[in-house]
């Protein structure tokens, strides 16, 4: 019964590697945020907390002075080089 349930465990596993990795599509979260400090678009008001500005589907970056800390994501099909 143990290698059985092994195999299946198996299965399972290698099942769900192959469906994520056919299911990408677009950039990852991590890539949205990365907007060039030149680029970006103001998403929030003043004093917005990091929580209000995901919330709202924005991306929350303080360590830029003079320019909108809660701003708007990439789309998926903008790019930045």
Same mark, same amino acid.
């Given at each position: 019964?143990?290698?059985?349930? #092994? $195999? =299946? =465990?198996?299965?399972? #596993?290698? #099942?769900? &590697?192959? %469906?994520?990795?056919?299911?990408?599509?677009? =950039?990852?979260?991590?890539?949205?945020?990365?907007?060039?400090?030149? *680029? %970006?678009? *103001?998403?929030?008001?003043?004093?917005? /907390?990091?929580?209000?500005?995901?919330? %709202?589907?924005?991306? &929350?970056?303080?360590?830029? %002075?003079?320019?909108? $800390?809660? &701003?708007?994501? =990439?789309?998926? /099909?903008?790019? /930045?080089?």
């Amino acid at each position: 019964m143990e290698a059985r349930a #092994l $195999w =299946l =465990l198996a299965m399972v #596993l290698a #099942l769900g &590697f192959y %469906r994520s990795a056919g299911e990408y599509i677009g =950039l990852s979260a991590a890539n949205q945020c990365a907007v060039p400090a030149k *680029d %970006r678009v *103001d998403c929030g008001y003043p004093q917005v /907390t990091p929580e209000q500005c995901n919330s %709202r589907g924005c991306c &929350f970056d303080s360590s830029i %002075r003079g320019v909108p $800390w809660c &701003f708007k994501p =990439l789309q998926e /099909t903008e790019c /930045t080089f």
